[in-house]
């Protein structure tokens, strides 16, 4: 199937590994991570039609080149990954590349803040092997997640990197056509671009980070894809706000600029980009309530409210198993009507085995990762049960089938607990929803991501970030790391210029 036209003809290699990573998780990924959500080899890439890859295909299919598939890995954020996982892959990747012939080319879909037992970079290191294989000549388009810890070795080793534009991440179909797009850009016009990323020691979470509305970080997303729409110098722009929740030297965000041939002009406004991000660093930090102030405060008011724990994010790689703010809402809302999910395999399989209306006493929660709270011990009734399955509805992985293994919906007086045995990524509380439960009617809910769960209630306006113990919170000014020190908002008194990194390709 090899198409040959013209010059424009031999092979692009297709493949990679897209996840988040936490290191404050004790959360391991291994295959079976992967297995659960996406893993494909070869030709089974070119079958996807949605995320990223699918639409990189959309672009590549229509082109003269041919489509040489490798393996592509993607799932829910969790702790570091396996040595032997990530070796298994990358290995998998190199030796396609090595048996193929005609080498036009390399696409990367990655996430840009995967780590492994061993290596701090994960992008970095497989970017980098490739490069040494296939020479300084042949381009490498890499695809990233905004949240991604852009490194040296990913900046100097590739040809151009582009990240999602949106947050929530309703983008990665239309990311992956804009790599596509550049590729052949740099393939069929024979561009050699020139890309400059500068970046800043400022970790955030994601509560403020929105692209959409009038939050500081859709203007400043916006200010940069003006300064590309009226450039037509400028091949990409990227906004990068750093993963804070992995452990590595020079973290931060900043703006990544690609130019089809001018690194000073790259330069220049990625500096005049990273710099207002820097500026306007204080409007990040969230305001922040105690679980059992929030809860009080909602009591008062006449509509529902949400809690946001989002230091137990799955989609940040916690566990989701903890159960900080669900034993407030037992002891002080035990008859509000309140719906919670905790990760739990023990207690979700003594649940799932049993029949709706009985009743079982279960320890809860802290139990995947034991380092953020105390379980809790409770008398349960068993409302439903099933096999955990669901679909996604929009995001990465829209339209396919997450799994929750083994679940169960109980009852603690008023309060719902939807209890998994795996931590999913939630984006459109599908969990919730496949067991068809009518969501406006819980006086609390209880969600656990820093942003998603706007797709769902938007309509809500009582919303209380809590301050929380957990692998992902709401500030990272607590955060016990032990190779990043100056960084707002712990220090304060640190200036652009002595802070500022840079690399350019
Ligand atoms: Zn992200």
Same mark, same amino acid.
């Given at each position: 199937?090899?198409?040959?036209?013209?010059?424009?003809?031999?092979?692009?290699?297709?493949?990679?590994?897209?996840?988040?990573? &936490?290191?404050?998780?004790?959360?391991?990924?291994?295959?079976?991570?992967? $297995?659960?959500?996406?893993?494909?080899?070869?030709?089974?890439?070119?079958? *996807?039609?949605?995320?990223?890859?699918?639409?990189?295909?959309?672009?590549?299919?229509?082109?003269?080149?041919?489509?040489?598939?490798?393996?592509?890995?993607?799932?829910?954020?969790?702790?570091?990954?396996?040595?032997?996982?990530?070796?298994?892959?990358?290995?998998?990747?190199?030796?396609?590349?090595?048996?193929?012939?005609?080498?036009?080319?390399?696409?990367?879909?990655?996430?840009?803040?995967?780590?492994?037992?061993?290596?701090?970079?994960?992008?970095?290191?497989?970017?980098?092997?490739?490069?040494?294989?296939?020479?300084?000549?042949?381009?490498?388009?890499?695809?990233?997640? *905004?949240?991604?810890?852009?490194?040296?070795?990913?900046?100097?080793?590739?040809?151009?990197?582009?990240?999602?534009?949106?947050?929530?991440?309703?983008?990665?179909?239309?990311?992956?056509?804009?790599?596509?797009?550049?590729?052949?850009?740099? *393939?069929?016009?024979?561009?050699?671009?020139?890309?400059?990323?500068?970046?800043?020691?400022?970790?955030?979470?994601?509560?403020?980070?929105?692209?959409?509305?009038?939050?500081?970080?859709?203007?400043?997303?916006?200010?940069?894809?003006?300064?590309?729409? &009226?450039?037509?110098?400028?091949?990409?722009?990227?906004?990068?706000?750093?993963?804070?929740?992995?452990?590595?030297?020079?973290?931060?965000?900043?703006?990544?600029?690609?130019?089809?041939?001018?690194?000073?002009?790259?330069?220049?406004?990625?500096?005049?980009?990273?710099?207002?991000?820097?500026?306007?660093?204080?409007?990040?930090?969230?305001?922040?309530?105690?679980?059992?102030?929030?809860?009080?405060?909602? *009591?008062?008011?006449?509509?529902?409210?949400?809690?946001?724990?989002?230091?137990?994010?799955?989609?940040?790689?916690?566990?989701?198993?903890?159960?900080?703010?669900?034993?407030?809402?037992?002891?002080?809302?035990?008859?509000?009507?309140?719906?919670?999910?905790?990760?739990?395999?023990?207690?979700?399989?003594?649940?799932?085995?049993?029949?709706?209306? $009985?009743?079982?006493?279960?320890?809860?929660?802290?139990?995947?990762?034991?380092?953020?709270?105390?379980?809790?011990?409770?008398?349960?009734?068993?409302?439903?049960?099933?096999?955990?399955?669901?679909?996604?509805?929009?995001?990465?992985?829209? &339209?396919?089938?997450?799994?929750?293994?083994?679940?169960?919906?109980?009852?603690?007086?008023?309060?719902?607990?939807?209890?998994?045995?795996?931590?999913?990524?939630?984006?459109?509380?599908?969990?919730?929803?496949?067991?068809?439960?009518?969501?406006?009617?819980?006086?609390?809910?209880?969600?656990?991501?820093?942003?998603?769960?706007?797709?769902?209630?938007?309509?809500?306006?009582?919303?209380?970030?809590?301050?929380?113990?957990?692998?992902?919170?709401?500030?990272?000014?607590?955060?016990?790391?032990?190779?990043?020190?100056?960084?707002?908002?712990?220090?304060?008194?640190?200036?652009?210029?002595?802070?500022?990194?840079?690399?350019?390709?």
């Amino acid at each position: 199937m090899n198409k040959k036209i013209g010059n424009n003809s031999g092979n692009i290699i297709l493949g990679g590994i897209l996840t988040e990573c &936490n290191e404050f998780s004790i959360n391991i990924m291994t295959q079976e991570n992967f $297995e659960r959500y996406e893993y494909f080899e070869d030709s089974k890439i070119l079958e *996807l039609k949605n995320g990223v890859v699918g639409g990189m295909l959309s672009i590549l299919n229509k082109s003269a080149f041919n489509i040489a598939p490798t393996v592509f890995a993607s799932c829910s954020p969790g702790g570091v990954i396996t040595d032997e996982c990530y070796n298994n892959i990358k290995s998998k990747i190199i030796s396609r590349i090595k048996n193929i012939k005609d080498l036009r080319a390399v696409i990367l879909p990655l996430h840009g803040a995967a780590v492994t037992e061993t290596i701090g970079d994960l992008e970095g290191d497989l970017i980098t092997s490739i490069r040494k294989l296939i020479g300084k000549e042949i381009p490498i388009v890499v695809t990233l997640d *905004l949240h991604a810890h852009v490194t040296e070795d990913m900046v100097t080793q590739s040809s151009a990197i582009l990240a999602w534009e949106t947050y929530p991440h309703l983008d990665p179909y239309e990311t992956g056509i804009r790599g596509a797009k550049i590729l052949r850009s740099i *393939l069929e016009e024979n561009l050699k671009p020139k890309m400059f990323f500068s970046k800043v020691p400022l970790l955030h979470s994601a509560i403020n980070a929105s692209t959409f509305g009038e939050t500081p970080f859709a203007e400043l997303m916006n200010n940069l894809k003006d300064e590309e729409k &009226n450039n037509p110098n400028i091949l990409s722009t990227s906004f990068i706000h750093v993963d804070p929740y992995i452990d590595q030297e020079n973290m931060g965000g900043g703006a990544i600029v690609i130019t089809k041939d001018n690194i000073e002009s790259a330069k220049k406004i990625s500096l005049k980009h990273t710099r207002k991000y820097w500026d306007r660093r204080q409007e990040f930090e969230p305001e922040l309530y105690k679980p059992d102030e929030a809860i009080k405060d909602g *009591l008062n008011k006449k509509t529902n409210a949400l809690l946001v724990e989002t230091a137990d994010a799955c989609g940040g790689g916690a566990a989701g198993d903890s159960v900080i703010t669900l034993k407030d809402l037992v002891k002080i809302a035990p008859e509000s009507k309140s719906l919670v999910h905790v990760v739990d395999p023990i207690a979700a399989m003594k649940c799932s085995k049993m029949q709706a209306g $009985e009743i079982i006493e279960i320890l809860l929660g802290h139990q995947v990762d034991n380092q953020w709270g105390e379980p809790i011990k409770i008398r349960v009734k068993i409302e439903k049960v099933s096999d955990g399955k669901f679909k996604y509805n929009g995001g990465i992985w829209d &339209n396919t089938v997450g799994e929750m293994g083994p679940t169960a919906l109980v009852s603690i007086n008023e309060i719902n607990i939807l209890i998994s045995t795996f931590g999913t990524y939630e984006w459109n509380c599908e969990q919730f929803l496949s067991f068809d439960l009518n969501l406006d009617s819980y006086k609390f809910v209880v969600v656990k991501n820093p942003m998603n769960y706007k797709n769902t209630f938007s309509h809500i306006k009582n919303i209380y970030v809590l301050d929380t113990q957990g692998p992902t919170p709401p500030t990272c000014k607590h955060l016990k790391f032990k190779k990043m020190f100056n960084y707002f908002p712990k220090e304060k008194d640190l200036k652009f210029d002595d802070i500022l990194i840079s690399y350019n390709n």
